[in-house]
């Protein structure tokens, strides 16, 4: 017998969320040498980000270290790092660090950053709850900004530290906005002498007509009732006009002079893009990037003229194949990001086998969104039409099916755990600043 | 009738640590206004700082923001803030921000920072471990240490990456090898797919000729032979002479030429002194700093010529009072800062009675420090003399010890359930670095 050597083929996955974790799983079994890198050190478990940025969960509970999720997967090799660019031609992705990554088969799963529609300068003084910095920083924020009214005795001032501004009514707005309401009026009433937490303003701030507008209106509504009676003011049929270090503009339909609202504090949840790296990577293959930064994809997730690269999740601008139906647009979802790891893998092996690719369908199961304790709306879909609900119940099941799709038993665990007291005791156990004063 | 306005004394506490936190709860039933100051939001339960640096445990299981701990107080302010200096004329503490405070009676429990013994230089490449802020510095250098070297290629740039060395050792030291070299040898192995994590090599560097030097020859020894089973290599006799960005020198008793170790991760345990406060204090008053830092106080714990201050936990050189002995040092651990603490208060309130003040003596209950698990050393004060034992026993006694002084009910939850599974999985749930690749 003679040894040969037989070269794998090498499946590079840039990025581990949603999509690019799914798509390294499906390589379980195939015969393949699977590299995944990514810039950061964990899976990030992003419903859940929110409650981090709001004290009520730690971080490790909603992250997990990469190489620990795929340790037991033989044909993968996990690596920190930050691709800068792709070398189409020489089938490559470069680090920022100068190191290069050779491939046979691309999936680029980089996901979406904060997007401020070409304000940046708003970023300093509005962050976006993207990655476990951001929520960091808000939780800091809105902690920080009580500590600072406590004392304040100027009643304007005090009055500009108490008042929190979300901009944007979907899911990440209603959840920031409901908690925001909860802290002030449920955790922190009676831990202060100088102020009454209960008496701080929460207002959201949305362009549409209702929150959730991506739900059907009656859902919608019903979360608008919700955030109500939280006690949060919605500002709705209204654009930011301006945020700088002493407030918001905001801009109302039928009113002819911006209002002007005082607040230290004030968080975006308006707007994503994807990553940088779509559009290095729209440029090197040639093809032109899509709405919102995303790579426009075939219906099988490669990019144009590229069969060797598939671009999955939140960075896409993918289309959903079902038969016998218009194509229609892939949400910016997480089951939708799983769902394109599974095909973009699925498709790999096929190509690898010679085989034809299938285009990608996305199967909608639902969508869930919270807005506090208790409160939350649900629509499912059903082969016997939509199931929708609210309140107490839709909670209860947006909380198991968060808990269900958590990383892992441990995570679970922990998290059912925290729920359980922060229910009980209405406290927030993660009401930590590392940081010392800032001066 | 007629309302009267008295007004009560203040009291103003300086730093909520151990002694600053046990002063505050001392006042309790007392009829004085409480003030509590502090740089950060949290009280931190520091004997388990080093698991927070060795991804154990996360920052709330071991911190708690100190307004919530004394919630129920009615007579005590929490204010967030940082005192620069004592304005002794004036009996006011001015912060950084420009505030100033008044007291009739302070309590300076300012606490300790890492010192350089003059050389600040080494501070950036080899952190202490005093705040949550070192801890996740720690944490972050110690997991990327075995990023980097998964992707390294040159062999002596691999094994720097893979070299730890912690320097001092003391129970920080200590505490800190041994789990250095459990993260390496038993959470990390089967995870990597270029280097092996077992192979990594942690040095504890100490200038006498055992580690845990304050406590008995025995059970010192037995710490370094528990340490030795880890795997720790204990390098005693040894000082360190250099830091810098590539590794450290170390000077060994008898031998010519320092040795050089190169290393990319380097680890603070060596010492600690009186935070800045103490200096700008004791200038105030008129009085000279002691050694390390820290300020001199009389047998009751206030400052000379000023009965008014008192300074308590590490940030004072005190000495303990008992009948009939010469007067001892205390020592800089948690168990003296809070009897400092309560003593302090007790004092102040007896001044305000016109009573007498009292010596302070220190009870001292013994001393523990662990290694690993399973592996721990006890030296308990008795009637019958000194209870001492170490190993496995030592290591329950120790765990449940440090569960039994957490500060709340919740807290020693968490810890005892990520403690169970910890043991039990031998992993640690806090691998996460909030940070992405940093270049």
């Not at 044909?75 to 920190?80: H, I, K, S």
């Not at 709850?129 to 920080?144: G, N, P």
């Not at 993918?318 to 038969?323: E, W």
Request: glycine letters at 8%; hydrophobic letters at 45%.
């Amino acid at each position: 017998m003679t040894a040969t050597t037989v070269t794998r083929p090498r499946v590079l996955i840039v990025g581990c969320g949603f999509g690019g974790l799914e798509a390294a799983k499906a390589f379980r079994r195939a015969d393949v040498d699977v590299t995944v890198v990514d810039r950061t050190n964990h899976h990030l478990f992003q419903p859940l980000l929110y409650q981090v940025a709001s004290a009520a969960l730690t971080a490790p509970a909603i992250a997990a270290p990469v190489r620990h999720i795929l340790r037991k997967q033989a044909n993968v090799t996990t690596l920190l790092g930050e691709v800068k660019t792709i070398d189409v031609a020489a089938r490559q992705a470069l680090l920022v660090d100068g190191a290069a990554l050779p491939y046979d088969h691309l999936i680029v799963a980089a996901g979406a950053v904060t997007s401020y529609f070409g304000r940046d300068e708003w970023a300093q003084h509005a962050p976006g709850l993207k990655t476990l910095q951001d929520a960091f920083e808000i939780r800091r924020r809105v902690l920080m900004a009580f500590e600072h009214a406590e004392r304040e005795a100027d009643p304007d001032a005090r009055a500009a530290w108490l008042t929190f501004v979300v901009i944007g009514g979907g899911p990440t707005g209603v959840e920031m906005a409901g908690t925001l309401a909860e802290i002030a009026k449920r955790t922190l009433p009676g831990e202060f002498r100088h102020i009454r937490p209960e008496e701080a303003r929460v207002l959201l701030v949305e362009g549409g007509d209702r929150v959730l507008g991506m739900m059907p209106a009656k859902l919608g509504e019903s979360a608008g009732a919700q955030l109500r009676a939280l006690g949060v003011e919605l500002q709705l049929n209204s654009r930011v006009t301006a945020i700088d270090a002493t407030g918001v503009a905001i801009s109302v339909a039928g009113e002819s002079e911006p209002r002007r609202i005082a607040t230290q504090c004030v968080i975006w949840g308006a707007g994503v893009a994807g990553a940088p790296l779509g559009a290095k990577l729209a440029q090197a293959a040639g093809i032109a990037l899509a709405r919102g930064g995303r790579v426009p994809v075939e219906p099988d997730l490669s990019v144009a003229g590229h069969p060797e690269i598939s671009v999955i999740g939140d960075l896409a601008q993918a289309m959903s194949h079902a038969p016998g139906t218009e194509p229609q647009p892939v949400p910016g979802v997480s089951p939708a990001a799983k769902q394109m790891g599974r095909a973009a893998a699925t498709n790999i092996l096929r190509r690898i086998r010679a085989e034809a690719t299938q285009p990608f369908r996305y199967r909608d199961y639902g969508t869930l969104a919270t807005i506090g304790r208790n409160s939350a709306v649900v629509d499912l879909a059903s082969p016997l039409g939509p199931i929708r609900f609210s309140g107490k119940l839709a909670w209860l099941f947006w909380l198991f099916a968060h808990i269900y799709f958590l990383i892992d038993f441990r995570a679970k665990a922990v998290v059912l755990f925290d729920w359980a007291t922060a229910y009980w005791t209405e406290q927030r156990y993660a009401r930590v600043v590392a940081e010392a004063t800032r001066d």
